[in-house]
């Protein structure tokens, strides 16, 4: 009788731990910011539709004519993620459609211990993201909040991009 007691006393024990263990998982949330679209570089040249002489255009002939210009680079900010440990804010900068920089502009730094892991963590998804194109990296192992807020604002910039 005592053996049958102590094992389901044991056993509710047992499930009111595991049941009241709380994952890190979806620790992370985003808040709503405002949609921030920054040209990176500003080209001298007017597009090449426009005119001062009512929309027609003369070249002279033999000219040869200039190469377009490179697309501009365009910053998009994402939203911030509140994670448990600080904010994380991302910024991408596009350019021809693609990503051509991921910089982490918001992150925890409350103290030593985030910034060693903010340190080896943040260039490594920075990276990731130009070599992916998008948000689907890999989460660092030992900056796991952090990750999960990286990815957050990234996919809230990379959704204000288009891509």
Not at 43 to 72: H, L, Q, R, Y
Not at 75 to 94: D, F, L
Not at 126 to 147: C, E
């Amino acid at each position: 009788m005592r053996r049958i007691v102590s094992t389901i006393l044991s056993t509710i024990s047992i499930m009111v731990l595991l049941f009241s263990y709380h994952t890190s998982s979806s620790s992370a949330t985003i808040s709503a910011s405002p949609v921030v679209q920054q040209p990176l570089s500003s080209d001298p040249n007017p597009p090449s539709g426009s005119s001062k002489n009512g929309g027609t255009s003369t070249t002279k002939p033999g000219a040869a004519a200039k190469p377009s210009p490179a697309p501009a680079a365009i910053a998009y900010t994402g939203g911030v993620a509140s994670t448990r440990w600080g904010p994380v804010q991302v910024r991408i900068t596009v350019r021809g459609g693609k990503i051509t920089r991921a910089q982490a502009v918001q992150y925890p730094q409350g103290n030593n211990r985030d910034g060693q892991i903010n340190g080896y963590a943040l260039p490594i998804l920075d990276q990731a993201v130009v070599q992916k194109q998008s948000a689907a990296i890999d989460t660092i192992s030992g900056a796991t909040v952090t990750s999960d807020g990286y990815l957050q604002s990234l996919q809230s910039a990379i959704d204000q991009a288009h891509l």
